[in-house]
């Protein structure tokens, strides 16, 4: 007898999203290790990175269209399926090119999760959705976590750990790719298994066909000059956001001088506030979406600047900017979609936001490409400076928009 439990569904997609959101961030802890492994550059280990994000960024608006044409349960079966080929083949010590078909099947295998997984929530709780849907993404979220602890364990190897590590064939930090397969491979079958069976007794699926815009009506929402300015702000957060989280490890140990033991776990900071999310979200119901994207904005690329400016003062400074960095950057982002969602109109609500998560999620793509060449041709501190500056930018946009949202001065932001 199978038991399904109201909450399998939700539990299951959590799941595999915690661990495609491991194998994304468990790779910048490992760039230094990487790079002395596969005897590779800062540029080349920043590409590889990219391949990742790029794909994954691609794959965003497809994966909806796949799920239509051979089901949502395959796609997402399919998808944590090859994610998991992706790490066990890193689990493997081969040559470099091995590496990079590993990242793009895990960038593969990942990007095609949320899209697909949040339809199902939505039709399986909907009477729910935004709550299971936080639930969601608080999962994913502290995959982020997990993957800079866990990483950290595999390198430091504490006496504790020790004899769990040596079971695990060749070098110690493969084992985290081995052991992240063999879960994610896990949470696949036991989706595939139980999922359909909590499908069968959902009676309030809506069965109702969505309309068949074209292209042509998502571009038309770019003439809305309010909605372009947003756009420029998310796709500004994104890129300062995706270099930080590429290279910040490697920044605290060459320009703050801290052991790579205490850069993997400030990194690891950035994940565990994500909680504020949840408040953020609350707070913009009462004062509206646009002064919480400000303050927010404003906190990230302010503390970020100064991390650039003082980062040989200390570790608890340090530690402390960190935090505001990640607390300014975590209550944007749930604002972020629902601010989006608002601008659009109800018929191409998904669709849009769509677009733009893809815009946004390609910025941050080629953003590690990009550091990785400027801390190349500079150092971190520069390359550092010009995230902080793309943060700050957009603040100031949203300031803007903060001050165009008076009544008096609304139709200025139109084109038409």
């Given at each position: 007898m199978i038991y399904v439990n109201k909450y399998t569904t939700l539990i299951l997609a959590s799941g595999i999203w915690f661990i495609g959101k491991f194998l994304r961030y468990a790779f910048p802890p490992l760039f230094d290790t990487l790079q002395i492994s596969y005897d590779v550059s800062t540029t080349i280990i920043g590409f590889m990175y990219t391949c990742l994000l790029t794909v994954y960024a691609l794959l965003q608006f497809p994966s909806g269209i796949l799920s239509d044409r051979f089901g949502s349960l395959?796609?997402?079966?399919?998808?944590?399926?090859?994610?998991?080929?992706?790490?066990?083949?890193?689990?493997?010590?081969?040559?470099?090119?091995?590496?990079?078909?590993?990242?793009?099947?895990?960038?593969?295998?990942?990007?095609?999760?949320?899209?697909?997984?949040?339809?199902?929530?939505?039709?399986?709780?909907?009477?729910?959705?935004?709550?299971?849907?936080?639930?969601?993404?608080?999962?994913?979220?502290?995959?982020?976590?997990?993957?800079?602890?866990?990483?950290?364990?595999?390198?430091?190897?504490?006496?504790?750990?020790?004899?769990?590590?040596?079971?695990?064939?060749g070098?110690?930090?493969?084992?985290?790719?081995?052991?992240?397969?063999?879960?994610?491979?896990?949470?696949?079958?036991?989706?595939?298994?139980?999922?359909?069976?909590?499908?069968?007794?959902?009676?309030?699926?809506?069965?109702?066909?969505?309309?068949?815009?074209?292209?042509?009506?998502?571009?038309?929402?770019?003439?809305?000059?309010?909605?372009?300015?947003?756009?420029?702000v998310t796709i500004?957060?994104?890129?300062?956001?995706?270099?930080?989280?590429?290279?910040?490890?490697?920044?605290?140990?060459?320009?703050?001088?801290?052991?790579?033991?205490?850069?993997?776990?400030?990194?690891?900071?950035?994940?565990?506030?994500?909680?504020?999310?949840?408040?953020?979200?609350?707070?913009?119901?009462?004062?509206?979406?646009?002064?919480?994207?400000?303050?927010?904005?404003?906190?990230?690329?302010?503390?970020?600047?100064?991390?650039?400016v003082l980062a040989d003062v200390g570790i608890i400074i340090i530690a402390t900017l960190i935090v505001l960095f990640a607390l300014g950057s975590h209550g944007f982002r749930p604002v972020r979609g629902l601010y989006l969602i608002e601008l659009l109109p109800d018929d191409i609500a998904a669709g849009g936001f769509g677009i733009v998560r893809t815009l946004l999620m390609g910025a941050g793509a080629v953003a590690p490409t990009i550091i990785g060449f400027i801390a190349d041709t500079a150092d971190f501190r520069v390359a550092f400076a010009f995230l902080a500056a793309s943060m700050v930018v957009a603040a100031a946009l949203s300031m803007g928009l903060l001050a165009a949202n008076s009544p008096i001065k609304k139709q200025i932001y139109d084109w038409g």
């Amino acid at each position: 007898m199978i038991y399904v439990n109201k909450y399998t569904t939700l539990i299951l997609a959590s799941g595999i999203w915690f661990i495609g959101k491991f194998l994304r961030y468990a790779f910048p802890p490992l760039f230094d290790t990487l790079q002395i492994s596969y005897d590779v550059s800062t540029t080349i280990i920043g590409f590889m990175y990219t391949c990742l994000l790029t794909v994954y960024a691609l794959l965003q608006f497809p994966s909806g269209i796949l799920s239509d044409r051979f089901g949502s349960l395959r796609i997402i079966v399919g998808g944590a399926g090859l994610a998991a080929g992706g790490a066990f083949l890193l689990s493997v010590d081969l040559p470099v090119y091995f590496l990079i078909i590993s990242v793009v099947a895990i960038g593969i295998g990942t990007g095609v999760h949320k899209t697909v997984a949040v339809g199902i929530l939505s039709k399986t709780y909907p009477k729910r959705t935004g709550r299971v849907l936080g639930v969601f993404d608080t999962f994913g979220t502290y995959g982020g976590v997990g993957a800079s602890f866990i990483v950290t364990l595999f390198l430091v190897v504490p006496r504790p750990i020790e004899y769990i590590v040596t079971l695990f064939p060749g070098a110690a930090w493969r084992g985290v790719f081995l052991s992240s397969g063999f879960v994610g491979l896990g949470f696949a079958v036991l989706f595939a298994w139980y999922v359909p069976k909590q499908q069968t007794q959902n009676d309030n699926v809506d069965r109702k066909k969505d309309p068949n815009p074209s292209i042509q009506d998502y571009l038309n929402q770019f003439k809305n000059r309010k909605f372009a300015i947003f756009a420029f702000v998310t796709i500004l957060f994104s890129f300062s956001y995706n270099g930080v989280l590429a290279f910040l490890p490697l920044f605290l140990s060459e320009e703050a001088g801290f052991s790579t033991t205490a850069a993997n776990l400030l990194y690891s900071t950035v994940f565990a506030v994500s909680f504020v999310q949840i408040f953020t979200g609350d707070l913009s119901d009462r004062v509206g979406r646009l002064p919480i994207i400000f303050i927010a904005l404003g906190v990230g690329g302010v503390a970020l600047l100064a991390i650039v400016v003082l980062a040989d003062v200390g570790i608890i400074i340090i530690a402390t900017l960190i935090v505001l960095f990640a607390l300014g950057s975590h209550g944007f982002r749930p604002v972020r979609g629902l601010y989006l969602i608002e601008l659009l109109p109800d018929d191409i609500a998904a669709g849009g936001f769509g677009i733009v998560r893809t815009l946004l999620m390609g910025a941050g793509a080629v953003a590690p490409t990009i550091i990785g060449f400027i801390a190349d041709t500079a150092d971190f501190r520069v390359a550092f400076a010009f995230l902080a500056a793309s943060m700050v930018v957009a603040a100031a946009l949203s300031m803007g928009l903060l001050a165009a949202n008076s009544p008096i001065k609304k139709q200025i932001y139109d084109w038409g």
